[in-house]
């Protein structure tokens, strides 16, 4: 089965990570106390938006862990998690 997932962009101390239907799209930035985590939902009669800093990558799981997408988008929360640790790993 081929993907048709958009690979993360990339820029020193930015990542976007949006899903196939682009219902779904994590805009990532490092900041200097951690990841700021930009979650834009798109639906057809509704956009919600949420945004948070996290630290580390145990306070991202926590958030993630209350997300039911997640199920539905396994590949875009894995690439997700990709992203923040290289954002993690480099200086704000």
Known sequence: MASSRKSP???PARREVVSPDGQLCFVLKRTAT???V???QQ???YRMAHAAVFPDRGEL???L???ELRFQ???VYAD???AFDDLLETDA
Request: overall charge positive; charged content about 40%.
């Open 9 to 11: 962009s990339r820029t």
């Open 73 to 75: 988008y396994p590949l």
């Open 80 to 82: 997700l998690r990709r």
């Open 34 to 36: 951690g990841v700021h």
């Open 43 to 45: 639906a057809a009669a």
């Open 65 to 67: 862990d209350l997300d």
């Open 61 to 63: 799981e926590r958030f």
């Open 38 to 40: 930009d979650r834009r």
